[in-house]
């Protein structure tokens, strides 16, 4: 009973977090109702394909949500392709070799071009295909908030200053969060998508050989994967034993500080957010209700609304 009556409450506040969330911002979830009214079908029939085909995947959509939203607001800039005369966001440093999804991307945005032509923004779309991917991995769901318009140019030198980095401090966390007006609760929620995903070996090297707030068993076992030098772009799960499942098992592992970021272990060592971590571990109902309402806000950075930027008939590049 005291079970269900907490849980109750933690789906009560994830409710009114939403609202708010929504509230606050100028998009709205029926944005296409009359315009595009399968839209949210569509995209989630290609998300399920591509899902199905390689679990993974939802890891890459969400990041590249994340990566497209830190960068000049949700504007669908990262999915832009340079050009002889443009040099975009997808060869920054964070995303180099790394960001990947766009040609499901590309998929979704052709299916429903045939539905609904010159209608629904890249940006939309992104927005809409990180939900569905973590619903897909068993994680929570939530009411995207819907209307962006997608940019016309991109910025590499505005990705390689504004994503935070794997080496990040957790002051350094709190203040990259901050300055998109996400709390620190936003930021250690939102670093739960790392419960699904690989990282590669580069990003982690430095952690599992230099930092002393590692398990010993853990370091020792990524070592085989990423040696001291060379195979920088071996890949290893972020979260060891359920890397393709959407779960509270990222903060069970940064209690016992197996964390496979030195910015994942930040968020517990001796800090801040030790307890909202420890929660976290404890009741995944409050992390799936944190994360929910904290994606929502995400999704609201600076987005680009009535005749700001365009609707991307190639979300790889501008209109003619």
Known sequence: MAAAFCLDRVLAFCFLALLACAADGQLSPTFYSSTCPNL???????????????????????RLFFHDCFVSGCDGSILLDDTSTFTGEKNAGPNANSVRGFEVIDTIKSNVETACKATVSCADILALAARDGVVLLGGPTWTVQLGRRDATTASQSSANSNL??????????????????LSARDMTALSGAHTIGQARCTTFRSHIYNDANVDASFASTHKHTCPASGGDSNLAPLDLKTPTTFDNRYYQNLVVRRGLLHSDQELFNKGSQDSLVRQYSTNAAAFSCDFAAAMVKMGNISPLTGTKGEIRLNCRKVNN
Not at 169 to 177: A, E, K, R, V, Y
Request: proline content about 5%.
């Open 164 to 181: 935070p980095s794997p080496g990040s401090s957790l002051s350094q966390l709190i203040s990259s969060f901050s300055s998109k007006g």
């Open 40 to 62: 949210q079908s569509i995209v989630r029939s290609a998300m399920t394909q591509a899902v199905n085909k390689e679990r993974r995947m939802a890891a890459s959509i969400l």
